[in-house]
Antibody
Framework: QVQLQQWGAGLLKPSETLSLTCGVY?????????WTWIRQTPGRGLEWIGQ???????NYNPSLKSRITMSVDTSKSQFSLKLTSVTAADTALYFC???????????????WGPGTLVTVSS | DIQMTQSPSSLSASVGDRVSITCRAS??????LNWYQHKPGSVPKLLIY???SLPGGVPSRFSGSGSGTDFTLTISGLQPEDFATYYC?????????FGPGTKTDI
């Protein structure tokens, strides 16, 4: 059963770069799945950030596209998110998740990582 | 972008009640509609996929219906552990979007 664990810096200053990594355990990152980042804020609720597959193909939310870079390391079974030029508006609980079209035809997000609270403050 | 709305935004109910939450998409999403349960301090949990299918381990008191633009999540016989926030989410087209959530409390 696939499990996700995530890590990264939780406190950033404005204009810095957010960097988070998610490890895939109990299953293979090399699959038909999409490895996804989602964030949650009190004001905007749950927001899909983007996703990457094992070959490095990406799909980003247009609202964040100019600031996002996602990468994948199949040798370590990890995928990562970088978000540049952060502001207070990027303060959120960030989740990694698997989007599977083989487990569920409707491409649901399951499982989710435990979440990383990222706070942007000067 | 496909906009997702939910109603009500919050509801108060008692153990044993039957509750229904509605989700509406701004355009058809077919059956690419999922429901999640989120409890404070925990991870969102997939509750319903493809509008009406239950993943393994989800109690049968949860059910989903609908297709196209209108969907409903029903909990038949609310249990203490069901008090949470419920979100719908469409995977029909990118960017994939979530509803604002429905918070249930006692």
């Amino acid at each position: 059963q696939v499990q996700l664990q995530q890590w990264g810096a939780g406190l950033l200053k404005p204009s810095e770069t957010l960097s988070l990594t998610c490890g895939v355990y109990g299953g293979s990152l090399i699959s038909y799945d999409w490895w996804t980042w989602i964030r949650q804020t009190p004001g905007r609720g749950l927001e899909w950030i983007g996703q990457i597959n094992y070959s490095g193909l990406t799909n980003y939310n247009p609202s964040l596209k100019s600031r996002i870079t996602m990468s994948v390391d199949t040798s370590k079974s990890q995928f990562s998110l970088k978000l540049t030029s952060v502001t207070a508006a990027d303060t959120a609980l960030y989740f990694c998740a698997r989007m599977s079209t083989t487990v569920t035809p409707s491409a649901s997000f399951d499982p989710w990582g435990p979440g990383t609270l990222v706070t942007v403050s000067s | 972008d496909i906009q997702m709305t939910q109603s009500p935004s919050s509801l108060s109910a008692s153990v044993g009640d039957r509750v229904s939450i509605t989700c509406r998409a701004s355009q058809s999403v077919g059956d690419y509609l999922n429901w999640y349960q989120h409890k404070p301090g925990s991870v969102p949990k997939l509750l319903i996929y493809s509008g009406s299918s239950l993943p393994g381990g989800v109690p049968s008191r949860f059910s989903g219906s609908g297709s196209g633009t209108d969907f409903t999540l029903t909990i038949s016989g609310l249990q203490p552990e069901d008090f949470a926030t419920y979100y719908c989410q469409q995977s029909y087209s990118s960017p994939f979007t979530f509803g604002p959530g429905t918070k249930t409390d006692i």
